[in-house]
């Protein structure tokens, strides 16, 4: 039987050098979710470190979830067949599945056939759960409308200046989880110096890194965040203990800007 998704994420995305320490820590705490893409560079050693920790700390692979993606340059190799590489990455990670699969970017010239080749990699049971990163509402519309098959999760960059309120609103009315990469937005200066961060810091005794991961969980959002700490895990994993009120949560929504630390454009030209 398959666990409920983990709150918090840990992602592995320019992670490598300490990941043995921070998966081990993650363990530890409890925190059970796990990133990774081929274009990380970290599949391997990740799916070697969680293995010896499951065996370690004796705990069932079912309480652990698994994220990975096929990227762009996998899409045009295969023209969006892609099966061998899930198969050739559950077998670099040593796993029987992913709990959950993602399309990286969605490419327009492929985007249509991998999606037909996720459903039928799902239907293998090759992956719990399929899913979109760095998507809008048109692609969720274009996919359902050609295949009848919508994601079961999407991942995207969300963080206080960049909220996306409006598409997922939407997702949620499909019953379309999400998952937000650069949860803390790299603390950006803008966040830091923030008043309202501060002050809600200051009042519930957290950082403002453990403020915006509280804000998401408290938005029905699942974050992924990275360190190369063994403590910020542990500190990051300790927003369990206190939940925003309705109106601190909107003086984190008006921090909006659309501001993103990942230019589409230049991953999707022509999207």
């Known amino acids: 039987m398959v666990s409920n998704i983990p709150a918090l994420f840990l992602g592995t995305y320019q992670n490598s050098p300490n990941l043995a320490k921070v998966v081990e820590t993650a363990f530890q705490e409890h925190v059970y979710g796990f990133d990774t893409a ?98 809008h509402r048109r692609h969720i519309d274009l996919i359902n409308g050609q295949t009848g098959i919508k994601p079961d999760y999407i991942q995207i960059e969300r963080h206080p200046l960049n909220t996306c309120a409006t598409e997922i609103a939407y997702y949620s009315k499909l019953d379309i989880k999400v998952q937000a990469y650069s949860s803390v937005g790299r603390m950006d200066k803008r966040l830091i110096e923030n008043s309202d961060l501060i002050n809600l810091g200051k009042k519930y005794n957290k950082s403002i890194p453990q403020i915006i991961l509280r804000w998401h969980i408290d938005t029905n959002i699942i974050p992924v965040f990275m360190s190369n700490k063994p403590e910020r895990i542990r500190e990051n994993n300790n927003i369990f203990d206190f939940s925003l009120k309705e109106f601190e949560i909107e003086k984190i929504n008006s921090l909006n800007i659309d501001y993103k630390l990942f230019v589409e454009s230049l991953s999707n030209p022509g999207i």
């Open 38 to 135: 081929p274009s990380y560079g970290t599949e391997k050693i990740l799916g070697n470190i969680i293995n010896k920790n499951l065996f370690k700390y004796q705990v069932d692979r079912s309480e652990i979830w698994i994220s990975d993606k096929i990227d762009s340059w996998q899409m045009y190799a295969t023209k969006g067949c892609i099966d061998k590489y899930v198969e050739k990455a559950l077998c670099l990670m040593n796993l029987d599945y992913f709990d959950i699969l993602y399309i990286h970017w969605p490419q327009p010239e492929y985007f249509i056939n991998t999606w037909e080749s996720f459903i039928k990699i799902k239907q293998r049971g090759l992956a719990k759960y399929i899913g979109l990163c760095n998507v």
